[in-house]
């Protein structure tokens, strides 16, 4: 198996919820791991699907831009990163779809599993200044936050909540081989 090394200094993992129902929050995590390897290097490039997947993100490290809101997302409201300070990500399967990509997983927040499916883009190869190959790669997927017991949200007095249920994941990946 060839092994991948995430550039964190090129990559993101971020999200973005309905915020009073009318507008969109955006944050993303600064810390994280990624394990990325597939059968040869040569898959990256013509096939996916024999590639293996595993994220773990520091749920302490989330930026929304607004420490209140952090502070609180950080919370027993939210993702209690005193109990549960990772989330997890480990792909099942791989399909092409097109030119592109679906990958399925297992994904934990709070102790809570189910599965998700990303879409996911090919960017490209290129050789960056020192000669090293780099690949890129986005990701997306939806998930309902309240499947994962992240249930807290506050009523509106012109009717909605606080809080939108479906999470927008987005994941911007550029990796490269490991000598």
Known sequence: MAKFAVDQAHSAVGFEVKH???SKVKGQF???TADVEAAD???LTTDLTTASIAFKIDVASIDTRNEDRENHLKSADFFDVENYPTIDFKSTSI???????KVTGDLTIKDVTKPVTFDVEY???GTNPWGVEVYGF???AKVNREEFGLTWNAPLETGGVLVGKDIKIKV???V???A
Do not use: F, I
Not at 95 to 101: A, E, I, K, Q, S
């Open 20 to 22: 009073m129902m009318v």
């Open 30 to 32: 600064g810390s994280y």
């Open 41 to 43: 290097l040569t898959d």
């Open 95 to 101: 399909t092409r779809d097109g030119d592109d990509y």
């Open 123 to 125: 960017g490209g190869k």
């Open 138 to 140: 986005e990701a997306a």
């Open 172 to 174: 911007e990946l550029e």
């Open 176 to 178: 490269n081989p490991v």
